[in-house]
Nanobody, 123 residues
């Protein structure tokens, strides 16, 4: 059974930092694109970033320059370093994985999802 489990969410002041982690189990995703999405209250789930097997990322404009994704293919984990956080970054953050080597920025393109972790940024 494939599982993605996020951790690292919490409450942080504006301008602060958090690091989210996603641990995959049940199969290896070393060749697959993995990504992070977020969903704020009353809004649709939003693409943040995807990373391919070699560690090359693609960021949404809303987080470019502030967030950094990385992966450890040996440990089957993905991390999201979030700096200069803003109140508008408040959301539930989801880790996702595709059965593909190609990038995608749509929710429907991802095959596996974590349960989400709450990030709250206070002003």
């Amino acid at each position: 059974q494939v599982q993605l489990v996020e951790s690292g969410g919490g409450l942080v002041q504006a301008g602060g930092s958090l690091t989210l982690s996603c641990a995959a189990s049940g199969r290896t995703f070393s060749s697959n694109v993995m990504g992070w999405f977020r969903q704020a209250p009353g809004k649709e789930r939003e693409f943040i970033v995807a990373i391919n097997w070699s560690g090359s990322p693609k960021y949404a404009d809303s987080v470019k320059g502030r967030f950094t994704i990385s992966r450890d293919n040996v440990k089957n984990t993905v991390h999201l370093q979030m700096n200069s956080l803003k109140p508008e970054d408040t959301a539930v953050y989801y880790c996702a994985a595709r059965n593909s080597i190609w990038y995608a920025a749509t929710e429907a393109a991802y095959d596996y999802w974590g349960q989400g972790t709450q990030v709250t940024v206070s002003s």
